[in-house]
């Protein structure tokens, strides 16, 4: 499957740079070249096929490629996490988490923040919040 993700690669290189958007721009001139030469409900239905195996082809491709860089990020922030002092355990591979959980982690990291400078981290702020269940 190395041949797919050097495909996917490619993909995203070419979509995202200059040539992707003259190609763009090109399949647009030959589509209104075309309309007097071949009329225009032949030129569109030409057209249109090419644009609809196209964009099907690079949805996946593209998706690939996202789902690769974010995972990759995904990997750095993880080895930054698990290397800071003060970080919490908690938030290392937090995209595998419920959404319940991650709503829940997001709204004490909005208490830490109304604190001010000098809050805690996110564990800091969660063994206080149990102290406090387990003293009320």
């Given at each position: 499957?190395?041949?797919?993700?050097?495909?996917?690669?490619?993909?995203?290189?070419?979509?995202?740079?200059?040539?992707?958007?003259?190609?763009?721009i090109?399949?647009?001139?030959?589509?209104?070249v075309?309309?007097?030469?071949?009329?225009?409900?032949?030129?569109?239905g030409?057209?249109?096929?090419?644009?609809?195996?196209?964009?099907?082809?690079?949805?996946?491709?593209?998706?690939?490629?996202?789902?690769?860089?974010?995972?990759?990020?995904?990997?750095?922030?993880?080895?930054?996490?698990?290397?800071?002092?003060?970080?919490?355990?908690?938030?290392?591979n937090?995209?595998?988490?419920?959404?319940?959980?991650?709503?829940?982690?997001?709204?004490r990291f909005?208490?830490?923040?109304?604190?001010?400078?000098?809050?805690?981290s996110?564990?800091?702020?969660?063994a206080s919040?149990?102290?406090?269940?387990?003293?009320?």
């Amino acid at each position: 499957m190395k041949w797919l993700e050097y495909l996917s690669q490619k993909a995203t290189d070419f979509v995202s740079s200059h040539w992707g958007t003259l190609a763009a721009i090109g399949i647009i001139a030959v589509w209104l070249v075309s309309i007097p030469l071949l009329g225009a409900s032949r030129a569109w239905g030409l057209v249109d096929k090419v644009i609809f195996a196209t964009s099907f082809l690079l949805l996946f491709l593209l998706q690939r490629s996202q789902t690769k860089a974010t995972l990759s990020i995904q990997l750095k922030l993880n080895e930054l996490l698990a290397s800071a002092h003060r970080a919490s355990p908690q938030m290392i591979n937090i995209e595998d988490k419920s959404e319940e959980e991650v709503r829940e982690l997001h709204d004490r990291f909005q208490e830490i923040q109304q604190k001010g400078p000098g809050s805690h981290s996110i564990g800091d702020t969660v063994a206080s919040a149990e102290e406090n269940e387990g003293s009320g």
